[in-house]
């Protein structure tokens, strides 16, 4: 995959909030921490299934 696109997806993410750290823009290439695919993952699932608020 070129530069170009691992950009793109990484500033899409960035724009969406499932990642937070701008510092991944210089990294695309290195390996992610278990950690950090993690809190990938329950960002996404927070952003599609929030938390139940009440009305109230």
């Known amino acids: 995959m070129d ?3 691992k950009l793109e ?3 899409k993410a960035m724009t969406e ?3 937070n750290d701008p510092q991944w823009l210089n990294k695309l290439d ?3 921490p278990v950690w950090a ?3 990938l993952f329950l960002n996404l699932i927070e952003k599609l299934d929030p ?3 009440s009305y109230d």
Request: no cysteine; proline share 11%.
């Open 3 to 5: 530069q170009a696109r």
């Open 9 to 11: 997806i990484v500033k």
């Open 17 to 19: 909030g499932i990642i």
């Open 30 to 32: 290195e390996p992610m």
């Open 37 to 39: 695919v993690m809190e």
């Open 51 to 53: 938390p139940y608020e």
